[in-house]
């Protein structure tokens, strides 16, 4: 996780992200799912901002289990940057406890591999029953907020436009060149 030292980071610029989730599970014999949302802060300098998901998980399950709460998520990795968007991936649960709970889950990409996982105990802080596990397909829906430059440049612009607009109707004016002569005279309205 972003470190420099075992070069998993070298230059140690990876985005970090950290958030807060709260949800529950319900797994029954042949079928299974969960729903969990997502309140973070991915911190990456200027490119900083904020975000919420909520993502869906259902598929084919083994064994009884019933459980909510809520775990601290955090993470780092090149492109690991959240993006407004949808998105959907395979998704692996297995969930085990009797009042406290533990879980652990990974999504499942095109070639088989298991790219994002978490594994905390318990990773849900709160109440669970039963032992199982499903696997299937996740949906995420992501909203990600404007990063602290497209709020700073917002900001810039606004100040910049409103000043430029106002100075813009006093400039004008005559300009003199010294190898012409000027034949701006100026005239009397009023004869005496």
């Not at 972003?2 to 992200?17: A, E, K, M, T, V």
């Not at 991915?42 to 709460?69: E, H, P």
């Not at 990974?106 to 594994?119: E, F, L, P, Q």
């Amino acid at each position: 996780m972003n470190n420099p030292i075992n070069c998993s980071d070298p230059s140690g610029l990876d985005p970090r992200q950290f958030g807060l989730a709260v949800g529950g599970s319900v797994i029954a014999p042949g079928i299974g799912g969960s729903v969990f949302g997502v309140v973070g802060l991915n911190y990456d300098g200027m490119k900083s901002s904020v975000y919420a998901q909520l993502q869906q998980n259902l598929g084919l399950g083994g064994g009884a289990f019933v459980g909510w709460g809520g775990s601290l998520l955090g993470g780092s990795g090149p492109n690991s940057a959240p993006s407004t968007g949808i998105s959907s991936a395979g998704y692996l649960e297995a969930d085990a406890g009797y009042g406290p709970a533990g879980s652990v889950s990974g999504n499942i990409d095109s070639n088989g591999n298991i790219t994002g996982y978490s594994g905390t105990v318990p990773y849900k802080l709160g109440v669970g029953f039963g032992a199982g596990v499903f696997g299937g397909v996740s949906y995420t829906q992501t909203a990600v907020s404007p990063s602290l430059q497209n709020i700073a440049n917002a900001f810039t612009s606004f100040f910049t436009s409103s000043q430029s607009s106002s100075t813009s109707a006093a400039n004008g004016g005559f300009v003199l060149y010294p190898n012409k002569s000027n034949t701006n005279q100026m005239q009397s309205v009023y004869k005496k």
